[in-house]
């Protein structure tokens, strides 16, 4: 077989079964393996349902690849409303002329992230595209989970806590700093990261969750944002309670940007009542030290979001706007 | 709001509700007015999931576009199984500069095609490129059905009949003939439809089928060739009663190729009983006076698809192979 993808891999034929085959021997399972052009599934009592695309670029960068992100990032949009990801589609994308060996190592970690989430892909569509069409690889994941715990931003009220699960910002300056090829911080890596395990981990705790996200495009200002508006409610955030690591820092220096609209892939807000926000922030602790609670929900300023200074003053934190970085996801 | 996509409204702030709001104007529902990041569904008992992604060049072309031919795409597969289409998530991956007014276009052609399925997108995710990171717009559908009759290639055995809807090869004819600004047949126009409402009769008349599909990439080649490899028989098909319009002949002709290969969006393959056969054909003939049967399940050359001429010569009818026709769907 050649070694890079050819536009007849994409018409169908018998190179599209080869490169097909391939794909299936390291996402292989038996749902999949006995596919017609839709797949049967187990009943499915609560189920939850989302959809991503992933264009990022580069397709490698330190802390993960296109296939991670892709089914970490779908999955994560499950856990965070207390779903438990099963099953998921993929489409991908090809652009003539892509390595086989650079689909072979997404493939493999795609299938090392299934495994943390206990989920399966069990429909897959491959399209091949000429030289221009794509950059490299685009990939397209839907996933259905079982929902375990009734999680939704419409639980947000008066007087809950926010809290953060870890620093802001490595997902969208990593990104940033392997696009132009600028390694000036070593430690910098994207925090992309399956949220199933810590999720499960808190549902089991018997903690009671209200809302959580992952501070993914926008970063944690659209998530908070979003919040305040959906719920008509003000949000208050101590500003130097949401950690920024120096690369990130470093990086938000060149582009002026706050680290606050930068993305994140595993850095997650949370929300519960006052009496659960403890025993929620040890178990956050015990994956990542800086794991705090960063603020509160109030009633002043109905759908705003107000950041306060370690000085006591205060300025709103709005939606962000413009373009931020393209193809970060 | 400005009239092209901009990167802006893929950047997860201000910008990216906006188009998005615009987006659910159009294909507004209660579920999907509602969503978060997932999507809570109704329980499913006999659930069915497939995915396919569509990257069409034109993005219009005569009898369809590309999301009118992304809806119904989806839904085929899972009609083709049997499965009634119920929920479908939606990836728009969009390139920097596309007119507002030409997606808006799009949008209503899928809303239309949605109703004809009865179903429902309740999960979508856009992605905006910068230019020259597509052409134009690509879209991930990923659809869930309720499975209202096993209808499987592995009912196919030897001594059943082979059906065919109507005429083959006019969606590849028609998007080669766009493409190249072919204007020779006035009627040439793809056969890009949604199927479930002719399945929906088909299992209502009590007729039992065995199996179905869509002859899309690779054409009815392609999907005799599964069939008689996964199932090891022989299938036998009479070359004159597939049925091949003068434009269609006439595109085949110019490329050097079998209509036997070329994609079909609408047109299907059905396989049956002997005794089942009549009363289905008279359905398919209600809807398409083309519709045939064409050939029969044997055992002679396992694997393998035997064509038999009029003057009664034989020859096999092999998978597709090489570059056919890329970005036909």
Redesign the interface.
Known sequence: MEKIV???M????????ELIERIFRHLGNDLLKEA??????P?????????????VSPLFFPGGDIGKLAVAGACN??A??G?QPR?L?????IEEGLELRQLERILRSMKRELALNGAQV????T????K????GL?I?V?A??E?KASI??RNIEEGDLILLSGDIGRHGATIFAAREGIELWNDLESDCRSLWPIVEELLESGATIKAM??A????IA?VLNEWATAQNVEIEIEEEKVSVRQGVQGICEILGLDPM?L?NEGTFLLVSSRDEAPKILEILRSHNPEASIIGEVKGDHPQRVVLRSPWGTRRFLD?????????I?
């Open positions: 050819s536009l007849a994409g018409s169908g034929g018998k190179e599209s079964w017609e052009d839709g797949t049967p599934l009943s499915l009592q609560n189920p939850l349902f989302t959809t991503d695309s992933f264009t949009d499950l965070m409303m779903a099953f589609s993929l489409g991908l994308i069990v429909t897959g569509d399209k091949v595209v000429p221009g069409g794509c950059d685009y397209g839907s259905l989970g929902r939704s931003q996200r992952d993914t495009r926008g970063g659209a609209v993305a939606m962000p706007s413009g373009e931020i970085l393209p193809r996801c």
